[in-house]
């Protein structure tokens, strides 16, 4: 029952995550966002919230896996990475919709994207579901860095 627990706690945390950044994310996607030029394959605005909700959800589970690992010291270093990349996930919302500084956040993703791979590689050597269960996080992150390496580019030249 403990280990469901948890389970419980970690999609709450990964949820919450996603509900605070969307705070954000709502006070410009109506008003700035929709301003600004952005390439043909961006996707619709509404493709976004069910994509990371699953992808948060992916993500809870992914850390259960290896929560559940806790003795292994790969494992609460996994923990850890998991946690830095969840600060810094929440932290581009705010970068790039918030404060709206597309290049900044630019760099940030890039850091971030960083972090989920090293969390995807440690989750790996704790549990290859753990780390699988990542995977897609880590491709949409590419296709966002991507994204919104575009939008900058648009929208500043090359400032």
């Known amino acids: ?3 469901y627990l948890i389970l419980v706690v970690l ?13 954000a994310t709502r006070t410009s996607v109506d008003t700035w966002y929709a301003g600004l030029s952005k390439p043909a394959w961006t996707p619709p605005n509404w493709v976004f919230g069910p994509v990371w909700t699953l992808l948060y959800i992916l993500m809870a589970v992914a850390a259960w896996l290896v ?4 003795v292994l010291r790969e494992s609460r270093l996994a923990i850890f990475a998991f946690g ?9 919302s705010f970068l790039f919709f918030w404060l709206r500084v597309p290049g900044i956040a630019f760099f940030e993703i890039w850091v971030l994207w960083t972090a989920i791979l090293v969390t995807v590689v440690l ?13 897609p996080y880590l491709v949409w992150v590419s296709y966002a860095a991507a994204l919104n390496f575009a939008i900058w580019r648009m929208n500043t030249g090359s400032s």
């Open 1 to 3: 029952m403990r280990n």
């Open 84 to 92: 830095v990349q969840l600060v810094l996930n929440l932290a581009w």
């Open 123 to 135: 989750f790996f050597r704790v549990s290859a579901t753990a780390g699988w269960l990542m995977a």
């Open 11 to 23: 999609v709450t945390i990964c949820l919450a995550v996603g509900f605070v950044g969307s705070l």
């Open 67 to 70: 929560v559940r690992q806790s």
